[in-house]
């Protein structure tokens, strides 16, 4: 079949390799794509907030499935707009999107159906939450309700700086704030979780770690995503069992309460307490960078679980795993997640040889006058599977040291808390 893939990431470009390798598919488009899908799809310059022309030239191409890679056209309604059209879409629908759109859609969900989330409050009003603030324990959680691509959530250590949040938030500068959520800070360690579900069933699909913050150690400003191992260091059938009971079949049960189901991949954000599963976040969609690291360890047909899900028979899906450690490093532009040049050069990238078990994987790249050059702040991701998170480590560094981009930067320690010295 004839696949689009929306988005420019590297979540889209691993999307893409691994499309490219089904059975069931013939030829890709990427809206819009990047240096990398470019190199073995049709990238088609687009705004993926315009549907009506996305399905213009889905027809043109004879496109039969698409698969949505970012938040944003969900939120947006993309599902929605296709539901009735001879074109499959691979993604949930506006309402369902609302997991990731707001956060108190969630967390109300969370209460009607009692699954383990930090405790929590909305406030409508800025007096309202300060009052609330005052009497509060610190450190608290302070966020934003829309979709905030990772920022709007403040850690606050004191009163001062949660005034500061509430300000912030309800003067905009996350989008139009009318409402603010209060919660409680848990003390644990992350993991990302990922499902997929044709809104009948789920499968689970892998699970993850990443380094959010910029600087080594896991200090300075959040970040989309610095790198990422899979599989967890924290996950076990026991943990998956109640991530499962507990958060996402109550979750899918809450949607159909209201009338809808859930169609895509969804992306569970979890603090793990003592072995216990708390929910932080869901996203509508994979992480970037898990998609990267995760998608090298499947061994089934991506294409075929897509189109099966697409089709609601997902329960014929199947879904394995390599037995293997990946660990995926970004390469960032200097200056992320600040400010930072655009339209740098990249070298070394053409004649660069990486074995069966490396990817290079593109992000904010674009390929012109055969030239790479990049253009985002999140520019490649090298990832290498292997036996042990280690060694895959000691592959990605040799990589980074071969592309060895002076107007870059990544974390060197990626990975360190399964990596013992
Ligand atoms: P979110 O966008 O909700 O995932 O939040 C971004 C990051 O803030 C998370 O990945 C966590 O590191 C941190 N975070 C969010 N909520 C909490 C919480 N209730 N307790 C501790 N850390 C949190
Ligand atoms: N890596 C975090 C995200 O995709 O939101």
């Known amino acids: 079949m004839i696949v689009g893939i929306i988005g420019s990431g590297g979540r889209e470009h691993a999307l893409c390799l691994k499309l490219n390798q089904s059975k069931i598919i013939e030829k890709i488009y990427c809206f819009p794509g990047n240096a990398g899908t470019n190199l073995i799809a049709n990238n088609i310059e687009i705004n993926i907030s315009d549907f009506k022309k996305i399905k ?20 947006e309604g993309i599902s929605d707009y296709f539901k009735n059209s001879n074109i499959k879409i691979f993604g949930p629908n506006k309402l369902a999107s609302q997991l990731e759109g707001s956060k108190t859609f969630t967390k109300k969900i969370c209460k009607k159906f009692n699954i383990p989330t930090s405790k929590f409050e909305i406030f409508e009003s800025k007096a309202e939450a300060l009052k609330f603030l005052k009497n509060s324990k610190f450190p608290i959680v302070v966020k934003a309700d829309g979709l905030a691509s990772g920022k709007g959530v403040y850690i606050c250590k004191k ?16 989008g139009i704030a009318n409402l603010v959520l209060i919660e409680e800070f848990l003390i644990g360690e992350e993991m990302s979780y990922f499902i997929i579900s044709d809104g009948k069933t789920f499968k689970s699909f892998q699970s993850a770690q990443d380094h959010k913050r910029v600087g080594e150690g896991d200090t300075g400003p959040n970040t989309g995503g610095m790198g ?6 924290l996950n076990s059938d026991d943990l ?12 899918l049960k809450g949607l159909n309460d209201l009338g809808t189901n859930y169609v895509g991949f969804l992306y ?8 216990e599963p708390y929910l932080i976040e869901y996203n509508v969609r994979m992480g970037d960078p898990e998609c990267q690291t995760i998608l090298p360890l499947l061994n089934s047909d991506l294409g075929e679980i897509i189109k099966l899900c697409c089709d609601e028979k997902l329960e014929l899906a199947k879904i394995e795993w390599l037995n293997k450690k990946s660990l995926c490093v970004v390469l960032c532009s200097k200056g992320y997640p600040g400010a930072y040049k655009k339209n740098v050069k990249i070298d070394n990238l053409e004649n660069l040889k990486t074995d069966e078990n490396q990817f290079i994987i593109h992000a904010g790249t674009k390929f012109e006058k055969n030239n790479f050059y990049a253009i985002g702040g999140r520019v490649l991701n090298v990832i290498a599977i292997s036996d042990t998170f280690g060694e895959s480590k000691m592959q990605t560094d040799k990589i980074l040291k071969k592309i060895n981009w002076k107007d870059g930067f990544y974390r060197s320690d990626i990975g360190y808390k399964v990596i013992s010295k």
Do not use: H, Q, W
Not at 59 to 73: A, C, Q, R, S
Not at 165 to 170: D, G, L, P, R, T
Not at 228 to 233: E, G, L, M, N, V
């Open 56 to 75: 213009k030239i889905c027809e043109e191409k004879k496109i039969e499935m698409l698969v949505v890679g970012p938040e944003k056209p969900l939120v």
């Open 268 to 275: 569970v954000g979890l603090m793990i307490v003592n072995n």
């Open 159 to 174: 009163f001062e700086e949660s005034k500061k949040a509430i300000e912030e938030i309800f003067e905009g500068r996350f």
């Open 228 to 233: 990422a191992y899979s599989p967890s260091r």
């Open 240 to 251: 998956e069992d109640k991530i499962n009971r507990r958060i996402i079949l109550p979750t």
